[in-house]
């Protein structure tokens, strides 16, 4: 291997590798011990949080950092460009673990929540950019170029998941917080050094880029944001003094920022499709664009309570002890990217392999196995809640077994969805769609919580029928996929 390539590839590549290595182990190891620590006693160092609550909050964090790609990415395309806007939200995420690690006071840590998903807002989508920007020729070079960063998400997810939850239950919450933001800095440090080989790419603001190229003034759309913040509030105070929501509580807030999530996605896609100059094909390509983005929403909502519900489940129903150890709850978090980094390269060949006999499922087929597969995994914890409400622990195979069923839902729908907008976007929307793609997870993530709030240590009895109700949407959301996939695929027109 040439020393001016990182494993083949540009050595520009090594540099966001590694930032998002360490923005990833940062992330996830927090949000291996967010909920646990929310909802350990203040006897304990913890906050002392109601399941409700602290299910509310975690809602809308992680719903948040999602939603705060958008903004993210309007930040670097027409003031600070990718690459200022990735060293500035490190320094954010990295300032919110701090300020998390800080004891005892409810206050700083939501400002700690808030710096932290403003970050990753303005990180995650532009690292990602300048990632193709690597790559001006496409190909099979690019693709394999977004591979191997890949792997450097999943390696960040699975050190952070080791070693922030051991330190964090094991020894101190906060020293937990405190590593998370270690982590970040180690990140911020190497991208410092070695944003050199990145070239100028990421340095200009692409709207101001085109616009220079084009000779014309740029434009931000900044009166469409001010305009939609305005419906927004209007919607949340209208829904308050109605009593339609509750905004006096985190509960009520989270389930306010959900109807307005559905509220204006819907509003959007109905003025793309009246309003958005768009022929009858790109029409049904939108449409089709709906249902992904209405069946993601569906499977993150029960992907994601694997660091909230299953979380919870982990560690207060669940025989950790393994030769006479406990392992930290938190552990069981690893379990998915580990399946991920084991499976990806082997579903990924089974596609290019039912590709080259003509038998590749269609996008709506892979996208009712995925949600049929997460659904199964909640059948399985039906199971062990089952052994639970009988007033045994269950074992630790129960939830491993859940968390293959969801990698392996995961691998036939996340990366699948993602391309498949790609595809189908129109070009006058592209960046849209791919900021919809974001929502549905913001939505599915917020669900997730929303969901987490329900579980009540203290009435096991009610476990098994929670379970139960993810398994029923699940599968049956697959199924209705499965069903109308010969419709979808025909509204698909040329896109595989």
Not at 433 to 443: E, K, T
Request: proline share 4%; net charge neutral.
């Amino acid at each position: 291997m040439s020393a001016k390539t990182f494993f083949g590839q540009p050595r520009g590549l090594a540099t966001l590798w590694f930032t998002e290595m360490w923005e990833r182990f940062s992330y996830y190891g927090m949000r291996a011990i967010l909920i646990l620590f929310m909802t350990t006693p203040a006897a304990q160092e913890g906050l002392g949080l109601d399941v409700e609550t602290a299910g509310a909050i975690y809602g809308l964090y992680t719903a948040g950092v999602y939603l705060l790609t958008l903004p993210g990415g309007w930040m670097a395309d027409n003031i600070l460009g990718q690459r200022k806007a990735i060293w500035y939200g490190g320094i954010c995420i990295m300032i919110g673990h701090l300020l998390l690690a800080i004891p005892g006071y409810v206050p700083t840590f939501a400002l700690g929540l808030a710096f932290v998903a403003t970050g990753t807002g303005l990180l995650k989508p532009n690292i990602s950019t300048i990632v193709g920007d690597l790559y001006p020729e496409g190909g099979a070079r690019r693709d394999a170029g977004f591979s191997l960063f890949y792997m450097g998400i999943n390696t960040g997810s699975i050190l952070g998941q080791f070693f922030v939850p051991l330190l964090a239950e094991k020894v101190n919450w906060h020293l937990g917080f405190g590593l998370a933001a270690i982590g970040m800095l180690a990140g911020l440090i190497q991208y410092k050094l070695t944003q050199g080989t990145l070239n100028d790419l990421g340095v200009e603001p692409k709207a101001k880029a085109k616009a220079r190229e084009e000779g014309t003034a740029s434009s931000g759309n900044s009166s469409m944001a001010i305009i939609l913040a305005i419906v927004v509030v209007g919607l949340l105070v209208i829904g308050q003094f109605a009593g339609f929501i509750d905004l006096t509580t985190a509960r009520g807030i989270a389930e306010a920022v959900g109807i307005i999530i559905v509220l204006i996605t819907l509003f959007y896609f109905l003025y793309i499709l009246t309003s958005g100059g768009l022929n009858t094909d790109e029409k049904k390509k939108v449409v089709i664009i709906f249902f992904l983005f209405v069946g993601a929403a569906l499977f993150w909502s029960g992907f994601e309570q694997a660091a909230s519900t299953l979380n919870l489940f982990a560690r207060d129903y669940t025989d950790r002890v393994l030769f006479g150890w406990e392992l930290p709850a938190g552990w069981l978090q690893n379990v998915n990217p580990i399946m991920i980094v084991i499976f990806a390269p082997i579903l990924g060949s089974l596609w290019v392999k039912l590709a080259a006999k003509g038998m590749n499922p269609s996008t709506p087929v892979k996208f009712g196995i995925g949600l049929i597969l997460m659904g199964l995994g909640f059948f399985v914890m039906y199971f062990a809640a089952k052994i639970v409400t009988a007033g045994a622990m269950a074992g630790m195979t129960w939830l491993v077994f859940t968390y293959f069923l969801h990698s392996t839902g995961e691998l036939a729908l996340s990366p699948v969805g993602l391309s498949a907008t790609t595809k189908l976007a129109p070009k006058a929307y592209y960046g849209q769609m791919m900021g919809i793609w974001f929502v549905g997870a913001a939505l599915g993530n917020l669900i997730a919580g929303l969901f987490a709030g329900g579980f009540d240590p203290d009435q096991v009895d009610t476990m098994p029928d929670l379970f139960m109700s993810v398994v029923l949407f699940g599968c049956g959301s697959g199924i209705l996929f499965l069903v109308f996939s010969g419709l979808m695929r025909k509204w698909m027109g040329d896109v595989h």
